[in-house]
């Protein structure tokens, strides 16, 4: 398995932008789909942002399309989550999530290795 942490999470106003960081550590970085999940208090856990092992192709919710991006940089074991005009909604903690030659679903079930999660706020 890979170990993640990630960083970048805080408290925004509505409109605002952040940016979530994920470090992972290893050298096989390349081989793991990455993902970004989100969970809000109450709520389940849900996918927010994915980029496969095997392609560049982005993956969104729908919710977040047009507002967040993700990238990853298979040099520096980085995958990023920039968001922007930010809503009351998007407030939860964030996992960043990787699974190993993953190809299937965005389902957390799918999923191998899991950071500890990053607090974002969207105040109103």
């Known amino acids: 398995q890979v170990q993640l942490v990630e960083s970048g999470g805080g408290l925004v106003q509505a409109g605002g932008s952040l940016r979530l960081s994920c470090t992972a550590s290893g050298r096989t970085f390349s081989s793991y789909t990455m993902g970004w999940f989100r969970q809000a208090p109450g709520k389940e856990r849900e996918f927010v942002a994915g980029v496969r092992w095997s392609g560049s192709t982005p993956y969104y919710t729908d919710s977040v399309k047009g507002r967040f991006t993700i990238s990853r940089d298979n040099a520096k074991n980085t995958v990023s989550l920039q968001m922007n005009s930010l809503k009351p909604e998007d407030t939860a903690v964030y996992y960043c999530?990787?699974?190993?030659?993953?190809?299937?679903?965005?389902?957390?079930?799918?999923?191998?290795?899991w950071g500890k999660g990053t607090l974002v706020t969207v105040s109103s």
């Open positions: 999530a990787a699974s190993y030659l993953g190809g299937g679903t965005w389902y957390p079930t799918s999923m191998d290795s």
